[in-house]
């Protein structure tokens, strides 16, 4: 079974930071975890979902202009997790947090963690 699961997720005051792990299993990831782009995206309420961060197989990051500066992605793949640091937390911030799995030359994400929730107090 294939399973991505977040942690890290909590209440931090603006200007705070706060760091994301996701831990990546199953059969495919056990074998193939460095092969996989690996995606943060978050959903505020109300809003889209939206793509935060992504590491590619070769360790090339990617950031939304939103959090470009501030936040920082990267990958262990001896321990099939990626993580997503985040600085400069602002209430615009507050979100639920996904991490996500696509094959390197897929166009869609086809792994989905379950969410943590990250809240910025202003």
């Known amino acids: 079974q294939v399973q991505l699961v977040e942690s890290g997720g909590g209440l931090v005051q603006a200007g705070g930071s706060l760091r994301l792990s996701c831990a990546a299993s199953?059969?495919?990831?056990?074998?193939?975890?460095?092969?996989?782009?690996m995606g943060w995206f978050r959903q505020a309420p109300g809003k889209e979902r939206e793509l935060v961060a992504a590491?590619?197989?070769?360790?090339?990051?990617s950031y939304a202009d939103s959090v470009k500066g501030r936040f920082t992605i990267s990958r262990d793949n001896a321990k099939n997790t990626v993580y997503l640091q985040m600085n400069t937390l602002d209430p615009e911030d507050t979100a639920v947090y996904y991490c996500?799995?696509?094959?390197?030359?897929?166009?869609?994400?086809?792994?989905w963690g379950q969410g943590t929730k990250v809240t910025v107090s202003s």
């Open positions: 996500a799995a696509r094959w390197s030359t897929a166009a869609q994400y086809a792994y």
């Open positions: 199953g059969r495919t990831f056990s074998t193939y975890f460095s092969d996989y782009v």
């Open positions: 590491i590619s197989r070769t360790d090339n990051p």
